[in-house]
């Protein structure tokens, strides 16, 4: 069965760049989707289509996907940027999900 | 804007079915530019998709749950269902009704909306 993977944790500091993977066999022929979910709280899409923005997420977030690695990538990361991250593509007809990062700010 | 709320019982017993509905407001499952979808999450674990749902019918299902899931659809109540039967303590999860928008073609679309979540619990 098709498998996406990403790191379990990324650490980063207030005002770096985060970076989170998902790999997966050709992902790049897929689309990616990322969505964030903070504790206690429902998961919310930030990238669609491999790097498009949904109205009200900020420009700090950004997707690209090629190869086999699509990534997330968030610029001036903030406090409130803290949570899981998990990757999403379609394998024919299932939908699947990466296993999730969690994403802390220092 | 769209919005969804789960309902139905959070304590099922095992081998029992499990039956939760999703109430759809400010827009109507009728729409053909959504799927209608079930997403589950086991406590402290990542996300396990179940299936779709289109308004003419038309399901999507995780083939490793295909047996023991329906997802059904009533238009005149603005509603989805979701039915997963001989459940066991693994089913122990926060189950969440989402939409699925459809992009240019089927598989370029995403979960647009979720709603609150639910957790149903599998025990005796």
């Known amino acids: 069965s098709y498998e996406l993977t990403q790191p379990p944790s990324v650490s980063v500091s207030p005002g770096q760049t985060a970076t989170i993977t998902c790999s997966g066999n050709?992902?790049?022929?897929?689309?990616a989707c990322w969505y964030q979910q903070r504790p206690g709280q429902s998961p919310v899409l930030v990238i669609y289509q491999d790097n498009k923005r949904p109205s009200g997420i900020p420009e700090r977030f950004s997707g690209s996907n090629s190869g086999n690695t699509a990534t997330l990538t968030i610029s001036g990361t903030q406090a409130m940027d803290e949570g899981d991250y998990f990757c999403q593509a379609w394998d024919s007809t299932k939908v699947v999900f990466g296993g999730g990062t969690k994403l802390t700010v220092l | 804007q769209l919005q969804l709320q789960e309902s139905g019982p959070g304590l099922v017993k095992p081998s029992e079915t499990l039956s939760l509905t999703c109430s759809v407001s400010g827009g109507s499952i009728s729409s053909s530019s959504y799927y209608w979808g079930w997403i589950r999450q086991p406590p402290g674990k990542g996300l396990e998709w179940i299936g779709n749902i289109y308004y003419s019918g038309s399901t999507y299902y995780n083939s490793s749950l295909k047996s023991r899931v329906t997802i059904s659809a009533d238009t005149s109540k603005n509603q989805f269902s979701l039915k997963l039967t001989s459940v066991t303590a693994a089913d122990t999860a926060v189950y969440y009704c989402?939409?699925?928008?459809?992009?240019?073609?089927?598989?370029?679309?995403?979960?647009?909306?979720w709603g609150q979540g639910t957790l149903v619990t599998v025990s005796s």
């Open positions: 050709k992902l790049g022929d897929k689309y």
């Open positions: 989402a939409i699925y928008r459809l992009g240019d073609d089927f598989w370029s679309g995403y979960w647009d909306y």
